[in-house]
């Protein structure tokens, strides 16, 4: 039995209480990672709110023990936060970002890649070995603490891996083609992300947005952007699978009122990295603006302002800290100057007022 030894203890600190009470074997709160997510992926409240729904079931152990804790679909745009949002509650959960098991469907679009899923068949190379692309232990996870497994750009899966799919959707588990060992996902938390629907969603909401289309009631164009992507789902996949998945969730495209938190966030990653230069940087307001006009792109949401760092700020960060490598300790500010970023100290009084500010 898996997580034997977690079961007994887990039992014994419960066994003692006076009154019934009740407990949970799982260590996270849902609350606690909400909240980081809420902190870090911009304007998706009612996509987090889903999964926030999810966690607080599985949290309350009220699934289905044959099956996964939950089977959820985050869709919507690129550059929107789906694979953010599962990395960033992996960290949440696990403690760092990488303790998934990710498996990228664009690698598996060919169905003779397609037994790199489950290992090679009987008589063919590796089949004694049992070599397979998922990582065992990221999916049983532990007794307190569930796995988490992401299918990457699930439009892009060939025919038999999405049969492999729905066997585990179905009962939670995977046998391996070589016969020799069987994959457990009970105690996995599956995620999936797509963005099909997402092209045929854009061109509608742009012809929507010109001429006497623009007055329709709200309503009706939400539910019209919803049917165009259950019509996007069911020519791409069978109802059978459809009908196996806990959760849709749709993630919106950014928009204008978002800028502002798309420049913070990136400008909180770089800092990360400077950390480990003992550096920080600050941005002045109107270099702030610029970066916003720069980097915002509704088609391509936060990977956008993401490249406009890469070609713009972090070059400019990277020649001051090679010109001046004793820099270490300090507060650099980043302004523009025409068309150019400049990078130059900021003492202890404008740091004081930026920090006010």
């Known amino acids: 039995m898996p997580f034997i030894n977690e079961v007994l203890e887990h039992n014994q600190r419960t066994s003692g209480a006076t009154a019934p009470k009740l407990t949970s074997r799982f260590r996270f709160d849902p609350d606690q990672v909400i ?4 902190s870090r992926i911009v304007g998706q409240d009612a996509a987090l709110d889903a999964i926030a729904a999810s966690l607080t079931v599985i949290k309350a152990e009220l699934g289905d023990p044959r099956k996964p804790l939950a089977v959820i679909l985050l869709m919507g745009p690129t550059g929107v936060g789906k694979t953010e949002t599962v990395r960033l509650l992996t960290e949440a959960i696990h403690g760092k970002a990488d303790a998934l098991c990710r498996i990228d469907m664009n690698t598996l679009a060919q169905e003779h890649y397609a037994a790199s899923l489950t290992g090679a068949p009987p ?3 590796g089949s004694k070995e049992g070599t397979t692309l998922f990582d065992k232990a990221a999916i049983e996870g532990s007794f307190g603490t569930p796995g988490i497994v992401l299918f990457d750009e699930l ?3 060939s025919e038999p891996v999405v049969r492999a799919l729905m066997n585990i959707f179905d009962n939670g588990q995977l046998r391996l083609s070589s016969g020799t060992a069987t994959l457990d996902f009970r105690n996995s938390l599956i995620f999936m992300t797509s963005n099909i629907g997402a092209q045929a969603l854009w061109d509608y909401q742009q012809r929507q947005s010109r001429g006497w289309r623009k007055w329709l009631p709200h309503g009706w164009q939400v ?8 019509e996007a789902l069911e020519k791409q996949f069978s109802p059978e699978f459809l009908n196996r998945i806990d959760h849709r969730v749709s993630f919106q495209r950014l928009g204008n009122d978002q800028v502002g938190q798309l ?6 990653r770089l800092n990360q990295r400077l950390a480990r230069q003992q550096v920080q940087l600050m941005l002045d307001t109107h270099l702030k603006s610029w970066l916003g006009e720069q980097g915002f792109d509704r088609r391509y949401g936060a990977r956008s302002m993401a490249r406009a ?5 972090e070059p400019a960060v990277a020649r001051r800290l090679l010109e001046e490598p004793d ?4 507060v650099l500010r980043a302004r523009l100057e025409g068309d150019r970023i400049v990078i130059e100290p900021l003492d202890t009084t404008d740091c ?4 006010h500010r």
């Open 35 to 38: 909240a980081r997510l809420r």
């Open 123 to 125: 008589g063919y190379v």
């Open 155 to 157: 439009e892009k899966a």
């Open 223 to 230: 539910s019209t952007e919803a049917r165009l992507v259950d």
């Open 263 to 268: 420049v913070d966030l990136a400008l909180e």
């Open 309 to 313: 760092f890469r070609h713009h700020v």
């Open 327 to 330: 820099a270490a300790g300090d």
């Open 352 to 355: 004081a007022a930026q920090r």
